[in-house]
């Protein structure tokens, strides 16, 4: 029982890491920029797809794969994300926040359409299987019969090894790498804020018309803040797809649960600002996943109760409640607490700068 | 020439293409009324028009089910208007009001967040599976078909198509006598010009607003409910699916022009179904599967080279 | 001296956390054209619009015929009898002229038809454009159509925010010309000017504000006269 709640706290931290590796990523783009991206799921995909297709073993049915390295598989997501975001900033850069949400709600539909129709290269609504999760994928034969592991022993003694370790050995490993990425990317954007880039990114979003009579290239900032928000937007779509092994256009990437999700998390945390980004992602995550034992549970109960009922519809309706409750959150959340729990705090100005 | 060619462009990619037109037109009506006089971008516009064909059906359902008569989609819709009128009114009441005075940015995240609520309610109360709308195929008119195959012209379009056209044109015009006759629809143009201006000469704007949510909410109604009647069955997803090409539509007339809206959805709906046309070659130029994709590019082209629209409408 | 219709009273207001009048106080009584001139950004706009309830007032009142309306929203105190005409984007453009006049009688009951041929009466040139789009009209032909707007109701008193900016001389004449009709008509006008000179002129008493308060006051002549005040606004000394 014990043992089962550690799994369960392990399984919270690791899609709880994801997410707030997302919200990061938004928050560079939002609370740092001012940039209402909400095609998140756009950036997830082309990291997640990047990855599946680049890691996963050689394949009939989609592009490769090719078996590369993974974190070779997370860089070159990151890079895809990136230019993906470059192209799209270049465009869609100067609209105002309206626009901007259209367009890119707009080119997330069409990423996902890309995927779906492009069959020859991503296997379509099929979607792609048996991406590798790192730790969980040395115990796979191409991996433990490859250098580096093919150099401590053979085949067969590592065979035996993975075989003897319990089914959920690799639980603990992904999560710590999942929480580690995160808090590097943490501590990296910490140090962006602080530094003259963040303060000027600041003073872009407070006061545009002033930043740009000061000389500022306000465009070329955005579209940075845009890429690199991106960027992280991409290898948390990478660790995304390890972490579900199956991916397929349309429900692994349904915007509510992702682009949406990710949203609120950063809303309820704080925009602009890091640890409430990942405060924020941490509690819905818990919270979305908490209220699905409990509601299963209370229908469990109600199908005990009212034997011979049909409460199967009542199940997979439930998940809809609470995505209405959710919903509900967020608009309580901008009402009554706009600037979240953790509100942005503005790095002290270096003196003699105004 | 008609045999070969025309027949086959007109009613297989033509008159589709105008239907989805005039479905787009007036979704677009309302999203470009919202975004010139309330000044956001609505994201729940499509989940309205969704919940709009649901709530025709159950009208529907009870009717036959429970009267044991069966009604006109187009009756239906009459008490589901209300409904749906009394949505958005609610809506704005409770989650776009608030931030009135506030910058745009937390208004739109408002109604991307009841994009969700609304949806998901949607799921909770008629379940994610869809429901057939109309049973059955649609048989060609048979008056116009014998009659324009008299004149070989042969023209083969469902009454569900009829009543399609009919219905837009319809709208159209009350939308026209509204805007330019009647003092509300004055004040609304006049909001949209400028909502300072109007504030201070005296202008109840907030009854403006209503008046825009109830307009909007209408034709968002009369889009929902023929775009069930098109494809004859209901969907939590259709109302989503619709949003793009409507921003689409109502970008490409420029934003605060309603004949531009009904325009670009038009445009937006033809260039769809005739981007699936076989114009080089013998396969479609565009595969069908992308035909989601046109309303996009044509969208991004637009705020590229003419932000402000065919008709000159606001830019932002 | 008869009450005033329209007192200001020792107002502080600003935008936000910046104040911008510092203890202004000023009045109209009837029948009497009175201008505010002053230096730009002295706050003469700033003055006019804490009429409207268009900014914070966080000290002194604002009265009508005696009773507070302080803060009182736009609409409201347009429905109270208070006429105004902004300085910019005084028109919607993309109504016609009949439209917008329209929109001008929106807090009038009846009478309306009766009303926009008085004010084709008051404005010949606006009765032969009435069909077209104000945005279409030349400036001066635009100000009118503000003007004839505000006046759509039975206003109590008609406040101008710089009427004649950018517009000819001819333009200028006529519109001051106009001016002195509508006070003819019983309605009492409260007149933001940068032709200082010209706006004295027809003006029963003046104001010069500097920095958000009053800092002479007089009759119109007066002041046209005071050579401290010509040297300052009226280019030039005599
Ligand atoms: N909307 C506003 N927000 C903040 N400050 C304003 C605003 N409008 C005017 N100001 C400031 O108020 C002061 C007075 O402006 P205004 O009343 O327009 O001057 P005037 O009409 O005499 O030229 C100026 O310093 C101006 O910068
Ligand atoms: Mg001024």
């Given amino acids: 029982m014990d043992f089962g709640i550690l799994l369960y706290v392990l399984s919270l931290l690791t899609v709880g890491g994801i997410y707030a590796i997302f919200a990061l990523g938004l928050n560079v783009q939002w609370g740092f920029a001012g940039l209402f991206n909400v095609g998140i799921v756009g950036f997830a995909a082309v990291g997640a797809y990047t990855y599946?297709?680049?890691?996963?073993?050689?394949?009939?049915?989609?592009?490769?794969?090719?078996?590369?390295?993974?974190?070779?598989?997370?860089?070159?997501?990151?890079?895809?994300?990136?230019?993906?975001?470059?192209?799209?900033?270049?465009?869609?850069?100067?609209?105002?926040?309206?626009?901007?949400?259209?367009?890119?709600?707009?080119?997330?539909?069409?990423?996902?359409?890309?995927?779906?129709?492009?069959?020859?290269?991503?296997?379509?609504?099929?979607?792609i299987n048996k991406i590798p999760r790192f730790w969980e994928h040395f115990s796979e034969e191409r991996f433990y019969s490859s250098w580096p592991l093919s150099w401590f022993g053979t085949p067969e003694a590592w065979d035996a090894f993975f075989n003897s370790l319990p089914n959920w050995w690799w639980q603990p490993f992904f999560a710590s790498t999942v929480l580690l990425i995160m808090y590097v990317i943490y501590r990296m954007l910490e140090r962006a804020r602080i530094a003259p880039w963040g303060r000027m990114m600041t003073a872009i979003r407070e006061n545009e018309p002033a930043a740009r009579a000061s000389g500022k290239n306000v465009t070329a900032r955005r579209i940075e803040a845009f890429v690199i928000g991106a960027a992280i937007m991409g290898l948390a779509g990478a660790l995304f797809a390890q972490h579900l092994r199956l991916i397929e256009p349309t429900n692994t990437f349904d915007p509510a649960k992702v682009t949406f999700l990710v949203w609120v998390m950063l809303i309820l945390g704080g925009s602009g600002n890091n640890r409430g980004a990942m405060l924020g992602a941490f509690l819905i995550w818990t919270i979305w996943s908490a209220s699905e034992l409990i509601i299963t549970g209370a229908i469990d109960l109600l199908i005990d109760i009212f034997d011979g009922v049909d409460m199967g519809s009542l199940r997979t309706r439930a998940g809809f409640l609470r995505m209405m409750l959710i919903g509900l959150l967020l608009q309580v959340i901008l009402q009554k607490f706009p600037r979240g729990i953790l509100p942005e705090v503005r790095p002290a100005s270096p003196k003699g700068i105004k | 020439?008609?045999?070969?060619?025309?027949?086959?462009?007109?009613?297989?990619?033509?008159?589709?293409?105008?239907?989805?037109?005039?479905?787009?037109?007036?979704?677009?009506?309302?999203?470009?009324?919202?975004?010139?006089?309330l000044r956001f971008a609505n994201f729940a516009h499509g989940e309205t028009m969704m919940t709009g064909a649901y709530l025709t059906w159950t009208v529907m359902a009870i009717c036959s089910g429970v009267l044991g008569f069966a009604v006109h989609p187009l009756v239906a819709a009459v008490p589901a208007t209300l409904l749906v009128v009394l949505l958005f009114l609610v809506t704005d009441r409770y989650f776009y009001k608030p931030f009135r005075q506030a910058d745009t940015i937390k208004v739109v995240m408002a109604s991307f967040g009841m994009m969700l609520i609304i949806r998901s309610a949607v799921q909770v109360i008629w379940g994610p599976n869809q429901l057939t709308f109309v049973p059955g195929i649609a048989k060609p008119n048979a008056y116009l078909k014998d009659w324009s195959g008299s004149i070989d012209f042969l023209l083969l379009i469902p009454n569900k198509h009829l009543f399609i056209f009919v219905g837009t044109i319809a709208f159209m015009m009350a939308l026209s006598y509204l805007l330019n006759k009647t003092r509300i629809g004055k004040a609304m143009r006049a909001v949209s010009d400028s909502p300072d201006l109007a504030h201070v000469t005296g202008i109840n704007v907030d009854q403006v607003i209503r008046a825009t949510w109830i307009v909007g909410g209408a034709c968002a109604m009369a889009a929902g409910v023929f775009l069930a009647m098109d494809i004859q069955m209901l969907e939590t997803t259709m109302g989503f699916r619709m949003l793009l090409p409507m921003f689409a539509a109502a970008i490409l007339g420029g934003i605060g022009k309603p004949y531009g809206a009904v325009l670009g959805g038009l445009v937006i709906g033809l260039a769809e179904e005739l981007s699936a046309y076989p114009w080089i070659g013998d396969g479609p130029l565009l595969s069908p599967g992308y035909k989601t994709g046109v309303a996009f590019a044509i969208m991004v082209v637009m705020l590229i080279v003419r932000p402000q629209g065919l008709f000159k409408g606001r830019s932002f | 001296m008869s009450k005033p219709i329209l007192s200001l009273n020792n107002l502080r207001a600003g935008y936000g956390q910046t104040e911008i009048l510092h203890d202004l106080s000023m009045f109209v009584q009837p029948n009497e054209i009175v201008a505010v001139i002053g230096p730009n950004g002295a706050g003469k706009s700033t003055a006019i619009k804490s009429v409207l309830g268009l900014l914070n007032i966080s000290q002194g009142s604002v009265e009508l015929h005696g009773e507070v309306i302080t803060n009182t929203p736009a609409a409201k105190v347009v429905e109270l009898g208070i006429s105004y005409v902004p300085q910019n984007q005084n028109v919607f453009v993309n109504l016609s002229v009949k439209e917008n006049l329209e929109m001008g009688a929106w807090t009038r009951p009846i009478g309306i038809p009766e009303r926009l041929n008085d004010m084709y009466a008051l404005f010949p040139d606006l009765a032969e454009k009435r069909n077209q789009t104000a945005g279409s009209l030349s400036g001066g032909q635009r100000q009118m159509v503000a003007m004839a707007k505000a006046l759509m109701v039975d206003a109590k008193i008609l406040l101008l925010d710089e009427p004649t900016a950018g517009l000819s001389p001819k333009y200028r004449s006529e519109i001051f010309e106009t001016i002195q009709k509508i006070k003819n008509t019983g309605v009492p006008v409260l007149i933001v000017e940068q032709n200082a000179k010209q706006a004295l002129a027809v003006s029963d008493r003046g104001y010069v504000l500097v920095d958000g308060a009053n800092r002479h006051t007089g009759t119109g002549v007066d002041l046209l006269a005071d050579r401290e005040i010509a040297r300052m606004f009226l280019g030039g000394g005599h």
Avoid: Q
């Fill in chain 1, 52 to 127: 599946a297709l680049l890691t996963t073993a050689g394949s009939t049915y989609h592009l490769g794969g090719f078996g590369f390295p993974l974190p070779f598989g997370m860089l070159v997501a990151m890079i895809t994300a990136a230019i993906v975001a470059g192209l799209i900033g270049l465009i869609c850069i100067r609209l105002r926040s309206d626009y901007l949400a259209i367009a890119t709600i707009g080119i997330a539909e069409i990423i996902k359409l890309i995927f779906k129709n492009e069959t020859e290269i991503t296997n379509g609504p099929r979607g």
């Fill in chain 2, 1 to 37: 020439m008609w045999n070969s060619f025309g027949f086959e462009f007109i009613n297989f990619y033509f008159i589709p293409g105008l239907v989805l037109g005039c479905i787009y037109a007036l979704g677009a009506i309302g999203i470009t009324l919202t975004f010139s006089i």
